[in-house]
């Protein structure tokens, strides 16, 4: 499968459709927990690091509400709404520099993580297909 980045204009919100809700349920809880944990420790270690919370309380809470996300989004148990409330994605991004360049570090930090894993390609592509779009609605600056 190939994982293409849609160029994507700041300020633009194209039409997103949510994951396959397989995706969940071919990975568990667990197994979307540990995807996300993977693509963070990768973010950690990346250029664009500085936008994520430095000590490892903060960087494991910001692991644990993006996977809160992404099981609900994939039509699991509604645990962002519980823990966060409304999800207002772009709102929540706005205090963080995000530019073309930052999308593109997190994007590639995502294909690192979905290449080797065992999900199947009609899943991964799915799943990377809401990553890809999603993301350009979270650009917010061009510096
Ligand atoms: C599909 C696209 C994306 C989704 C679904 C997503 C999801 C999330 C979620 C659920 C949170 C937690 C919000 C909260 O608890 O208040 C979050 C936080 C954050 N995201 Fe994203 N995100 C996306 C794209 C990006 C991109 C492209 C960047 C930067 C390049 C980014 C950087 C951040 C940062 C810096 C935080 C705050 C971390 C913290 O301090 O807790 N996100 N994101």
Not at 4 to 9: L, P
């Amino acid at each position: 499968m190939e994982f293409n980045i849609t160029e994507g204009q700041i300020g633009t919100r194209p039409p997103v459709v949510k994951p396959d809700p397989k995706v969940l349920e071919y990975l568990g809880e667990d197994g979307m927990r540990q995807l996300i944990s993977d693509h963070y420790d990768l973010l950690r270690q990346s250029n664009i690091k500085g936008l994520f919370p430095p000590s490892d309380e903060g960087f494991a809470l910001a692991k644990k509400h993006s996977a809160d996300f992404f099981i609900q989004i994939c039509g699991g148990t509604r645990h962002f709404d519980q823990s966060r409330g409304k999800p207002m994605m772009a709102a929540r991004h706005a205090p963080f520099a995000i530019t073309q360049e930052a999308r593109r570090v997190w994007l590639e930090s995502y294909i690192m993580v979905l290449k080797p894993h065992a999900m199947p390609d009609d899943l991964k592509q799915s799943f990377w297909n809401y990553l890809d779009v999603f993301s350009i609605w979270m650009m917010n600056t061009t510096e």
